[in-house]
């Protein structure tokens, strides 16, 4: 029994650095992906859009 | 506000009210032995007050559909007047007990007014009745006009609304009669918290319908926050309060969970109530409202995002920091604290977007108080994430942890983070929301934000010295290599900065009393402009309105 | 019906956002916690560890009523004036039957992992009805009505009962006899009192905690919960001595 606790936390503290690293490095490479620039922007500036109501 | 239900929502909401009525009479029934039934009652008295209110208006005549043609802000307005009025109320319990630190009979002898039992009705005040009415109210706002849809129907919104209120007043009331699972912010006892997790079921639905009907391709990103927000807060409540009650007609129930499971269960809950309840909805609320009052768009989107999912999967692993050096295995302890470290990345660079957005708006800043307010939450939150990384490193947590220090960090954040964009956006709002031109009085907003500013650096301050004080004095042997202070030593060391603390209280209580007058008025007070009629706030107006006023 | 296939995509992202957001957020906590509940493997157990009397149980949830825990710590960590200021730091079996933990987070008043028998009673009921009394300088609020309640124990049974279900090993003869127990411990010299000693074991504290045997208050609850933090088992004490040995 005392191997499947060791290897919890094996998996714990290896899985979570990686976990860590992938999921920054997924993150980034979305954020600035070239062609989401245009999306972006359009969406900071989609607030300002003035529109009188819901539309529907 | 019962006119502009249509009768079929009308009877809805009386069946609904009923329905808690019931809960509430069978509440007293079975808890008529125990403190369950006087809650009992209050449930039962809110379901039947609501049915009366309901009723009194049931005949009026039904609402034309030009309704539909704007957005449905009146469940945002009830909880921004909510918010206040718990803002109040958690700020002068939060001074009373930092008063009863420096002079503890003002309990006045009885019960309910002890330390250990006001203590937590000041954490729930401020957080979940003000913070979390708040953030109903501004992410309901923000999610209509980020979507262009409107809420869903007309029921729901009011159930999330009155439903939170009646959680919160169970859970403040409860500890005062003493029913309190011990759980730091996490103290209301198992009915309450099923109350909780229907309403909260209620609030993720109403968000989600909008949000799929959606006229913009892209999901604004406060909708982001506010979601992630509703969900982990959903996951975080359910888990940490599993436990089983004594019986149906008690109160008191026990914790599924013991010792070091409980121990990170618990932070792994408190860190993340931290991270999801004060951090991301009120970033939600900073990306929506700072944009909209500077009149310009957030300096990076990019960042934004980035952020957000950083915060998202960095604060789940960082509780063990609260547990340093203790009896949870150490592995545990360092992946907190690596997690904690890099925390500061996505915390940083929603701080860093405060600023800039800001950069290059610097006169407005200037003038208008709101925008201050909004500004300097800003850099609080820069400040606070900045210690709160630093403290969860294991050696600095030795000296800071059971201190002061951790008083001072936490009301660095809530004072200056959540309590500074919490009022900028209510300022920003209640313009915008019942249509007036501009606050009452900016004089007093102005008045308001220097309060509340000198009021958060006396208290940080004089919690940061007297933590710092405490820690070393804790730690200190004299030559013969014995402890150089007793306990007693140290708390009467802690006197004077308790004494500094109260005041800096003081200062932000009435600060919040001015605000809550400063919205009340301008609420009563008719606008003297009448074309206001437009659902979306105008930036440009509103803020060179604030800005002609403050000249 | 393109209108329905724009509907349909546009939900399913918001869908899509919400599943994003939880998948992600959930991981941390279970990799981190899940662990945790096989711990029991790798750390020593206490064979010596004793159960809450019914009397010390009803002191605890006083202790969590009043908000004690607000300004005690019940931890000691691993650092040495910890452990010169309370005694040997805590291990986790010592709070493995605490339903919830009571570790604390805040040091408004000193630590009370190992205050059992530290004090006598008299000075805790003292204390207790008026810290000033005993500390001029303490901060600490009164809780004089403790002495003047009387003791809810008639559903100490259920207590114990629900205790059970969540995992603490109290045995049928235990839950049948809590109210009687409970009486029986602060009143050494009752026909009872053998029965407590029998079934909670020979180190339970039997003695009028507030100094009056014919009255159950909640402050003979409270006393009796106070003199037993630390004492439920003397793992801590031995694991010191080994650490000693070894070095
Ligand atoms: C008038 C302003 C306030 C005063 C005078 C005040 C005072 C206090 C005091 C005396 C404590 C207990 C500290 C201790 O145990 O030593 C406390 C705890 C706390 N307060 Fe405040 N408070 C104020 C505003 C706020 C606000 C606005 C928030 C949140 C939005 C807040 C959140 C908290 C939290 C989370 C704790 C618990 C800290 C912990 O357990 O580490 N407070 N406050
Ligand atoms: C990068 C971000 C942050 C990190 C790494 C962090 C870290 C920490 C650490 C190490 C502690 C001390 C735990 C202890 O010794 O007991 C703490 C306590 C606390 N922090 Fe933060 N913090 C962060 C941001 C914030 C923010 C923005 C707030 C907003 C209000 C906040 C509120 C609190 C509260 C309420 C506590 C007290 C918990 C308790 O003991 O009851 N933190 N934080």
Redesign the pocket.
Known sequence: MIVEHALLVGISKSFGLFYLIALSVAVVIYAMWPSNKKRFDDAAQSIFRDEAGPWR | MIAQLTLIERQYAIMISAAVAVCGALMILVGRDDAMGIHGALVFLAGILTIFRIGESYFAPAPSDERLAHYYDDPSKVAIVLAMIWAVVGLAVGDWVAWQLVEPDLTFGVAWSSFGRLRPVHTTSVIFGFGGNALIATSLYVLQRTSRARLPDQVSPWFVVYGYNLFCLLAVTGYMMGITQSK??AEPEWYTDLWLVVVWVVYFLVYLRPLARRKEPHIYVSNWYYMAFILVVAILHIVNNLAVPVSLGHAKSYSAFSGVQDAMTQWWY??NA?AFF??AGFLGMMYYFLPMRAGRPIFSYRMSIISFWGITFFYMW?GS??L?YTALPQWVQTLGMTF?LM??IP?WASAGNVLLTLNGAWDKVRDDATLRFMMVAGVF?GL??LE??F??IRSV?SL???TDW?IG??HA??LG??AMITFGSIYATVPWLWKREQMYSPKLVEAHFWLALAGTVIYVFAMWNSGIVQGLMWRTYNESGTLAFSFIDTLVAMHPYYIARAVGGLLFLIGGCVGAYNIWMTIKVPSAVTDLAADVPQPAVVGSGALRAAE | MSFFGLHYRLESKAIGLTLGIIVVASIGGLVEIAPLFTIHQTVEDAPDMRLYTPLELAGRNIYIREGCYACHSQMIRTLRDEVDRYGPYSLAVESKYDHPMLWG??RTGPDLARVGEKYSDQWHVAHLNNPRDVVPVSVMPAYGWLLMTELRIDDLGLHLKAQRAVGVPYTEEMIANAALDAYAQSNPDSSLADGVTKRYGKATTMRAFDGRPSYLTEMDALVAYLQVLGRLTDAAHKSVAQAGAGQ
């Open positions: 730091e912010y408190g860190h931290v004060l951090t960082a920091h609260h340093h904690s925390l500061l915390s939150y606070t994430t709160g990384s403290m969860a947590n800071s942890h059971y951790t960090h936490v954040g809530a983070w959540v | 987070s805040k």
